[in-house]
C-alpha cells in the first residue's frame, strides 16, 4: 500500500550545495502552501541562501510530496500545480491515483496533471476487498442462473482477469490499458 499523502501539509527542506560542501546543513523547511507557484518558492529560497552569490539548492528532505516530483537537486516546475489537483481528490482516489501513476510508469512530472488524471479516470475500477470480490462483483453483473453461480470457481476467474485485462495493488483494481 502506498504512504498516505497530505498534499496540504507538502514541505522540503532546503539548503544548498555549497554550504554542505563546507560542512554547513542549514536550511529551513519551506510549507509549500505558503506559496502561490514554483517562482515565489525559488524566490523565498534564494532570500533565505542570499549569503551565496549563486545558490544551488539542496532539498535536503520533503514531506507529503509524491515520489516523481523532487529529489535532492531537482523539484518539478509543475509541482504547485500537481499538489493543487491532488488536493481536489479524497484520499482513497488519491491513493489510487499515485498506485496508478508509480505501477503504470506515468510520469507525474513529464505529463501534464489533468491528461494523467483522465487516463486515470479511463483506467480506475475501484476499490475491494480483494482479486477475488472484483471477479465476484463481474459474476454478478453477469446474466447466468442463481444455479451456475453456486458452481462458478470465483477464485480461478479472478486468476485469469488479473493476468490479462486488469491489475490491482492495495485493493484497487485498474483496467490494464
Known amino acids: 500500500m502506498i504512504q498516505q ?5 507538502a514541505s522540503v527542506y532546503v539548503g544548498t ?3 554542505y560542501n563546507d560542512g554547513s546543513i542549514f536550511g529551513k523547511w519551506f510549507d509549500l ?7 515565489e518558492f525559488y524566490t523565498a529560497c534564494r532570500e533565505l541562501h542570499n549569503d551565496e552569490e549563486d545558490p544551488e539548492f539542496m532539498f535536503q528532505d520533503y514531506e507529503n510530496i509524491p515520489n516523481g516530483l523532487i ?3 531537482w ?3 509543475s509541482v504547485f500545480e ?3 489537483a491532488l488536493e481536489d ?3 482513497t482516489r488519491k491513493e489510487a491515483f499515485l498506485i496508478w501513476c508509480n505501477n503504470g510508469h506515468h510520469s507525474l512530472s513529464e505529463r501534464d496533471i489533468y491528461d494523467l488524471i483522465s487516463d486515470f479516470d479511463d483506467d480506475y475500477i475501484g476499490e475491494y476487498k480483494d482479486e477475488e470480490d472484483f471477479a465476484y462483483e463481474q459474476v454478478e453483473q453477469m446474466d447466468l442462473p442463481e444455479f451456475a453461480k453456486q458452481y462458478f470457481d470465483y477464485e480461478a476467474y479472478a486468476r485469469d482477469l488479473f493476468c490479462g485485462d486488469y491489475w490491482s495493488d492495495g485493493g484497487h483494481v485498474f483496467y490494464n490499458s
Open 5 to 9: 499523502i497530505n498534499t496540504s501539509e
Open 17 to 19: 550545495y555549497g554550504k
Open 33 to 39: 502552501s505558503d506559496y502561490a507557484n514554483i517562482e
Open 71 to 73: 529529489d535532492e537537486s
Open 75 to 77: 523539484i518539478s516546475d
Open 82 to 84: 500537481i499538489l493543487e
Open 89 to 91: 481528490m479524497d484520499e
